[in-house]
T-cell receptor, first 112, second 115 residues
Framework: GQQVMQIPQYQHVQEGEDFTTYCNSSTTLSNIQWYKQRPGGHPVFLIQLVKSGEVKKQKRLTFQFGEAKKNSSLHITATQTTDVGTYFCAGGTQGGSEKLVFGKGTKLTVNP | EAGVVQSPRYKIIEKKQPVAFWCNPISGHNTLYWYLQNLGQGPELLIRYENEEAVDDSQLPKDRFSAERLKGVDSTLKIQPAELGDSAVYLC?????????????FGPGTRLTVL
């Protein structure tokens, strides 16, 4: 079945450093979503990418969808302590079985 | 707009006991999901409902887990009997429709501890 892999599993940075997490799917995706889960919280939707090669920005966050629609990345510029949490990508498939498959997430900790 | 409501937030039971979790999705959302989240892992789908119909329950361990969504609104997930390995967070989510491009809105989850 469809698998979504994320690396790294953990990332520890100093405040102000950049951070990137990568997401790879075993199959071509129709879309990819990114969620953030704060410690003790629940996943909250950040953004969705649909088009091949798409790039979207939210303030210091940059999201990319690969040309082949099998990989994606989330890059945070100049991390802040408020960025702490686990970032999940979720790959979507369409046509027959509509579902999102979540990766295992990248846990980000930020040292002030 | 009220979010997804789940109860209880925490539950501690002894193994072999039954347990039930309740979820009230966002008003108007036809699709309801139950996910299992183990520590350090991503959400794993247990079951997905479109209105009152379970359209994907392939990952639900049917020997001990059951779910229902009567009237296509609230849902209950039950485990009977619970095992030690069932300790996890059970997340409920809802979305307007069942397509993969929908945003999923998660509830706060129920943290289950089986002793």
């Amino acid at each position: 079945g469809q698998q979504v892999m994320q690396i790294p599993q953990y990332q520890h940075v100093q405040e102000g450093e950049d951070f990137t997490t990568y997401c790879n799917s075993s199959t071509t995706l129709s879309n990819i979503q990114w969620y953030k889960q704060r410690p003790g919280g629940h996943p909250v939707f950040l953004i969705q990418l649909v088009k091949s090669g798409e790039v979207k920005k939210q303030k210091r966050l940059t999201f990319q969808f690969g040309e082949a629609k099998k990989n994606s990345s989330l890059h945070i510029t100049a991390t802040q302590t408020t960025d702490v949490g686990t970032y999940f990508c979720a790959g979507g498939t369409q046509g027959g079985s509509e579902k999102l498959v979540f990766g295992k997430g990248t846990k980000l900790t930020v040292n002030p | 707009e009220a979010g997804v409501v789940q109860s209880p937030r925490y539950k501690i039971i002894e193994k072999k006991q039954p347990v039930a979790f309740w979820c009230n999705p966002i008003s108007g959302h036809n699709t309801l999901y139950w996910y299992l989240q183990n520590l350090g892992q991503g959400p794993e789908l247990l079951i997905r409902y479109e209105n009152e119909e379970a359209v994907d329950d392939s990952q639900l361990p049917k020997d001990r887990f059951s779910a229902e969504r009567l009237k296509g609104v609230d849902s209950t997930l039950k485990i009977q009997p619970a095992e030690l390995g069932d300790s996890a967070v059970y997340l409920c989510a809802s979305s307007p429709t069942g397509i993969s491009t929908d945003t999923q809105y998660f509830g706060p989850g129920t943290r289950l501890t089986v002793l």
